[in-house]
């Protein structure tokens, strides 16, 4: 059985509710998209920051879990820095909401591709998340998770087909994403007590 490894990569958060602290919000955000990462099965679970935030990983990760040190926010320096696996995901904080099911559609996709990315859902700039059969792709030009399309993932491809494009999920990044939270769907126990001690309601 391929080794493989997900990876929250804790990138720069850049907008919070109202009445709500930035930097307070965007741990909740990676609390629980970690946690999320701590249920899944058959993969290993690893965070990845620039060294400014090793701190903020320190303070959420489970014990025993790996945190990476990346130069650059970006899914190339996170899988340059990755020994020993063979597939790896890297994904974004900012989907505390996010479902399982997504994770692994993400990497379904290793076992006939050597890439595959998930773009946001309802089609906003950016991605959700970029697998890869490691080591990644010579061709796989460097992506930012706040700006990349799934277009600039194929551009210098051999074949188009080389890059799955897989179900997507929207990010928390501003007023409307954060109307699609749903108070009935387990999880994001952090960012819903955050919003609720806001007097937020979702």
């Not at 909740?28 to 993969?43: G, M, Q, S």
């Not at 060294?51 to 040190?69: I, K, Q, S």
């Not at 990315?117 to 992506?143: C, F, I, M």
């Amino acid at each position: 059985m391929a080794r493989r490894v997900v990876v929250a990569l804790l990138g720069p958060v850049h907008w919070s509710p109202p009445g709500v602290d930035l930097v307070q919000w965007r741990a909740a955000l990676a609390e629980d998209v970690i946690d999320l990462f701590a249920t899944l099965n058959e993969v290993e679970v690893a965070v990845a920051v620039t060294p400014a935030d090793r701190a903020l990983a320190d303070a959420l990760v489970w014990p025993g879990t790996a945190v990476y040190e990346v130069a650059e926010p970006t899914p190339n320096a996170v899988f340059a820095a990755l020994e020993g696996y063979d597939q790896a995901a890297v994904l974004v904080s900012d989907v505390p909401d996010l479902p399982a099911l997504t994770v692994g559609k993400l990497l379904r996709p290793l076992t006939s591709r050597p890439v595959a990315v998930a773009p946001v859902e309802g089609g906003g700039p950016g991605l959700l998340g970029v697998a890869v059969r490691l080591p990644a792709p010579d061709w796989l030009p460097t992506l930012a998770l706040d700006t990349a399309t799934p277009a600039e993932a194929r551009a210098n491809a051999p074949r188009p087909g080389d890059v799955a494009v897989t179900t997507g999920w929207r990010r928390l990044r501003g007023p409307a994403d954060l109307a699609t939270l749903d108070p009935a769907f387990e999880g994001w126990e952090a960012t819903r007590a955050l919003l609720s001690g806001s007097g937020r309601t979702t």
